[in-house]
């Protein structure tokens, strides 16, 4: 079955389940019995009990966070040290987090763990600082800790998530050399998607004879790995020859992330019938579409600009219970904005909000990014109002937009305050944030302006290499 037609095709059920969208609060307020005063009593306080917990939990991180910087807290309380590192590696704050590292290196009850450096190097290649790593790895070996697999396969990632290959490979055999810490599957797997990610294919092929020769089997991630990597090169060939290679093997079956890396391949590159047929092999080899299989179809029938399909395959999820998903209306939202259909846009906008979805900085990015093509300055102000009074998580590349938005109109006060609320939401000025305010002082003779901003950009580049860690 083509999934031209089984999209479009109506289940031949007669009866049909209830529907599992949500409805709005106040109706479901409406129909339940309200609970009885002990019950509500007994929700109240499990909730200021909460509540108390996460606060307590806050102030104790920020506490911890006021005390990096100084040499004289040497026997903190261990459990608020070991939670603001956590939060502060989960947001992917790596200065703060090897700063907090270091106050708790210093603590009298400090141990070394291996998990402790593979959660931090892990965070600090995701922030592409291999210099941070491979610094915070001595201080590993000078704390006398012995590098574990899964510390080597940190680094290794690290190394190539920036692109420094011989670094990574180097690594790699650095660990033959260790006994018990041979690399693994997993390892080679990490090393593959880096070369992948730069496009040095020439190179898998070695990575794969070495595997062999020292007896590790490809398992479907490295599979998947090498599919992925190659559709993503638009290398379409290769890419159907590594799937061959995944079936012939008998140990590694397609799943789910083998469909979802081959019909994006071939959605991205806008050849819409090599993704309908793959869809449909994968349907008859018994791997089921998901959410983001959903996504993808989605995603490319819009860049295709065939959107009786897109608005097909929402139709087809809710239909398989598939509830559209806030990913799935960003995809439409820019799909639309993309091509100046404002009202279009603005519908599913809307549509969103009334499903109780909570739209994201990305949602807000492609409002911004179509009304600032549109020239519709006074509905990015609207967005502006909306996002400061909501409690979503702004990023960089959103502030990029809006401000190349009031740049675009010469609103030069407006940049300067939007550029002022960045640091207020922690989101740091990346080189596009000073190319557009740069372009736009120039636009404008404000010659001097733009050079101060260069040279800003030069000093935070310099301070982005310092060492933090001292060992």
Request: charged share 25%; proline share 3%.
């Amino acid at each position: 079955m083509r999934l031209s037609t089984s999209i479009f095709t109506q289940p031949t059920t007669a009866t049909h389940p209830p529907k599992l969208h949500k409805e709005p609060i106040f109706r479901i307020q409406a129909i339940k019995r309200s609970p009885g005063p002990i019950q509500e009593l007994g929700i109240q306080k499990e909730a200021e009990k909460d509540l108390s917990k996460i606060l307590r939990t806050e102030f104790a991180i920020k506490n911890i966070e006021k005390k990096v910087s100084s040499k004289k807290y040497k026997n903190l309380w261990p459990k608020p040290v070991l939670e603001a590192l956590d939060e502060a590696i989960k947001q992917k704050k790596w200065q703060l987090a090897l700063k907090i590292f270091g106050l708790l290196r210093q603590q009298q009850w400090y141990q070394a763990r291996c998990q402790t450096f593979t959660k931090l190097i892990v965070m600090l290649g995701k922030c592409k600082q291999p210099e941070q790593a491979s610094l915070l790895f001595e201080v590993m070996l000078s704390d006398g800790l012995k590098p574990s697999v899964d510390v080597y396969t940190a680094l290794v990632s690290a190394y190539g998530q920036s692109g420094l290959l011989d670094e990574a490979f180097s690594t790699i055999n650095d660990m033959k050399s260790v006994s018990d810490c041979k690399p693994d599957v997993y390892t080679y797997s990490i090393l593959i998607k880096s070369c992948t990610k730069f496009h040095r294919f020439d190179l898998i092929e070695k990575i794969l004879s070495e595997m062999s020769s020292l007896g590790i089997e490809c398992s479907a991630v490295t599979y998947n790995t090498i599919i992925d990597g190659y559709g993503k090169a638009k290398k379409f060939a290769e890419m159907e020859s590594s799937f061959s290679a995944m079936v012939e093997s008998g140990s590694c079956h397609p799943d789910i992330f083998t469909l979802n890396s081959m019909i994006s391949a071939y959605g991205n590159s806008g050849n819409i019938e090599k993704m309908e047929k793959w869809y449909d092999e994968f349907n008859l080899m018994g791997v089921k579409a998901d959410i983001q299989t959903f996504n993808i179809l989605t995603k490319s029938y819009g860049r295709a600009g065939m959107y009786d399909k897109m608005r097909s395959v929402m139709d087809f999820m809710q239909k398989r219970f598939f509830t559209p998903t806030v990913v799935t209306y960003n995809i439409v939202i820019e799909t639309f904005g993309k091509v100046g259909s404002i009202e279009k846009m603005e519908e599913y906008f809307k549509k969103m909000k009334h499903r109780g979805m909570k739209p994201n900085s990305i949602t807000y990015c492609s409002l911004v990014s179509a009304y600032r093509k549109a020239g519709f300055i006074m509905k990015v102000d609207s967005i502006l109002r909306q996002v400061e009074n909501s409690d979503v998580i702004l990023d960089t590349p959103f502030f990029n937009c809006i401000i190349s938005a009031y740049g675009q109109v010469g609103d030069v006060e407006k940049m300067g305050e939007l550029f002022l609320a960045m640091k207020e939401r922690h989101c740091v000025p990346d080189n596009i944030t000073f190319a557009v305010m740069i372009q736009a002082y120039n636009a404008l003779g404000m010659t001097e302006a733009a050079q101060n901003l260069e040279n800003k950009m030069i000093v935070m580049k310099e301070n982005s290499g310092k060492k933090l860690i001292q060992c």
